[in-house]
């Protein structure tokens, strides 16, 4: 039982065609964390560009897997949009980072990935 995502609109897409959700979950753990690592590297580096582009692509998935940090990964997306050089946005990197470990790790586990 998925505690870290939610497959409802997973499957609501996917029309409840199981080889679709899994080929969606298999693009998650391919595209995600490859983001998130892009995220981990940008924040501290002062890479506005960058963190806007990665938390950009993320959302959508993000969204749709329901991991519960949406808003956080908006937080996060908006410092780099906005060059918000003045604001400490590691706290929500931190909280998106943990959210996308745990969900990766969860999704491998349930669709032996």
């Known amino acids: 039982m998925a505690e870290y995502y939610k497959l409802h609109r997973v499957r609501e897409m996917a029309e409840n065609d199981e080889d679709f959700v899994a080929a969606l979950a298999a693009a998650f753990i ?28 993320m959302k959508p998935t993000i969204d749709l897997f329901e991991l519960g940090v949406l808003d956080t990964l908006i937080e996060v997306q908006d410092w780099g949009k906005h060059e918000q050089a003045d604001k400490d946005v590691s706290i929500q990197l931190k909280v998106v980072l943990i959210a996308v470990e745990n969900a990766v790790n969860e999704i491998k586990a349930d669709f032996g990935l």
């Open 30 to 57: 391919e595209e995600v964390p490859e983001d998130a690592e892009r995220l981990k590297k940008s924040v501290p580096a002062g890479d506005f560009h960058e963190t806007y582009q990665a938390a950009h692509k």
